[in-house]
């Protein structure tokens, strides 16, 4: 494959060949019309002087002689029958009958005959002019012609002088060539370079094309290019962040799933196999068995739904089923829970009946979820409390940093200070949620080092008898 530069001469060469052939042919047939033009008329003005001469010597070869040496000429006379009886250029003797030459077969009917031909006798192109002569000889055709030699001597000299103006052409075209090539071999290594850096995925690398236009415009195109393979780039990484976010989520509910389920179940088949094992226990005995296995059956169903709830959540398939039911039952409910789970801990409850309309599975998880992460996060008593239009959870924890408070709520957001334990809390994401769907929201008051509190308004789910949201 070419360079630039050898494509430029090449193409250049080519040109300037094709035009000097063109001017060579142009030229040679110019100048030849020309001569020819010329010696015709030279011609005839000669045989205007030299016919009276014909007419009246006596003498015809010596005279063609003459003319011919004075004139550069060359001088035939043919008589009416063809044959040549005076010649200056060579032996009249020899040559050929001339009553169907051209020249003389016109000269025959006009005033002069003319025509230009190929001289087998002297190897050259002539001009000829022939002219009927009535003489004291009578009728002869005095003929004199004229050699085409000079034509193609001149047209040699001229030809020199196009070839050497041609060399200094191509020279010049050569160093125009070779620097229009290393201007542009200076803008493709500028994209090249570029398209190593992008290659590199360095997208601010910079493309500034100097000489050329076209390169200007591929630049701007693949600018723009590059930014969008930027922008598809971050997209891939967001997403790929994303999945990872998603199988280390999935992971954890594997993990959770299996920490939160192996007590109750643990605890279920102890009982049971006590139970089994054991036929002639205290029927008191058997009834407290029996209502483990109660309880911790109940806490399974729980944990199925909150799992059920987040798949829903994740999938945004999520919708309630509102019923109307007492909230205070809920809260005692959650803290019998939550009192098995944390049997160290004290749950303090305070509230009064209230009856909402709301989806009773979804606030019993915001309410166990919202006690249990109080439990979590502090090591004293915690309260519950409900009043006419809203329940709080207080604790007495580490706190929430001024900083995090618009932080919290966010998805997988957790407080740097402390870490997640393998348990199934829906997460304050969830809670908030949740609550939106009730018309309700997540209201947080936290000071570090001292405790937090957690409430939600319960004033639309008393007031609430609508369609339920999806």
């Known amino acids: 494959m070419l360079r630039i530069h050898q494509f430029f001469f090449l193409n250049v060469l080519g040109l300037f060949i ?13 100048l030849k019309t020309m001569i020819i033009e010329e010696g015709e008329n030279r011609l005839i003005q000669s045989i205007e002087l030299l016919e009276p001469q014909i007419a009246t010597t006596s003498d015809l070869d010596a ?3 003459l003319i011919a040496r004075k004139s550069h000429l060359r001088v035939t006379i043919v008589s009416d029958s063809g044959n040549v009886i005076a010649e200056s250029e060579t032996d009249k003797n020899t040559m050929e009958n001339h009553s169907n030459r051209i020249e003389i077969m016109q000269a025959m009917n006009e005033p002069y005959g003319v025509t230009t031909r190929y001289s087998k006798t002297l190897k050259t192109d002539f001009v000829y002019v022939a002219k009927k002569v009535s ?4 009728i002869l055709y005095f003929r004199l012609s004229m050699s085409l030699k000079g034509v193609m001597e001149h047209f040699y000299a001229l030809w020199i002088k196009l070839i050497i103006a041609f060399g200094a052409l191509v020279a010049i075209a050569l160093a125009i060539a070779y620097k229009i090539s290393k201007k542009a ?14 290659s590199a995925k360095n997208y601010r690398a910079v493309l500034k094309p100097e000489y050329f236009r076209e390169f200007l415009q591929i630049s701007i195109m693949l600018k723009n290019l590059v930014k969008k393979l930027h922008n598809r780039d971050k997209q891939k990484r967001k997403h790929t962040a994303k999945l990872r976010l998603i199988n280390k989520q999935q992971n954890d509910i594997l993990s959770a799933i299996s920490h939160e389920f192996k007590n109750p179940i643990a605890a279920i088949m102890g009982y049971a196999e006590t139970l089994h094992d054991d036929l002639e226990i205290d029927p008191k005995i058997r009834e407290k068995f029996l209502d483990k296995i109660l309880s911790n059956t109940h806490r399974v169903t729980m944990m199925l739904d909150r799992l059920a709830l987040s798949v829903k959540l994740e999938n945004n398939d999520l919708s ?3 019923t109307s039911f007492d909230i205070s039952d809920v809260c005692t409910d959650s803290i019998s829970i939550l009192q098995a789970k944390y049997p160290t801990r004290t749950i ?12 009773k599975t979804m606030i019993e998880l915001i309410v166990t979820n919202l006690v249990d992460n109080a439990l979590k996060y502090s090591e004293e008593d915690v309260t519950l409390t409900l009043t006419d239009n809203r329940i709080s959870i207080m604790d007495k924890g580490i706190g929430i940093a001024p900083n995090e408070l618009d932080k919290i709520t966010s998805k ?3 407080v740097q200070k402390n870490r997640w334990d393998n348990s199934m809390g829906l997460g304050l994401s969830i809670v908030s949620y949740i609550l939106k769907l009730h018309d309700s929201e997540l209201r947080i008051e936290s000071i570090l080092g001292v405790g937090s509190t957690f409430s939600f308004s319960l004033e639309n789910l008393i007031q609430k008898k609508s369609t339920p949201k999806k």
């Open 185 to 198: 071999r200076h803008d493709i290594i500028q994209i090249t370079r570029y398209l190593d850096e992008v």
């Open 135 to 138: 003489t004291q000889h009578g």
């Open 348 to 359: 303090h409850y305070n509230g009064l009946s209230k009856t909402i309309y709301a989806d």
């Open 320 to 322: 309630i089923k509102p």
């Open 63 to 65: 005279l063609a002689h």
């Open 412 to 414: 997988f957001y957790r």
């Open 18 to 30: 094709a035009a000097l052939f063109v001017a060579s042919l142009i030229s040679f047939i110019t």
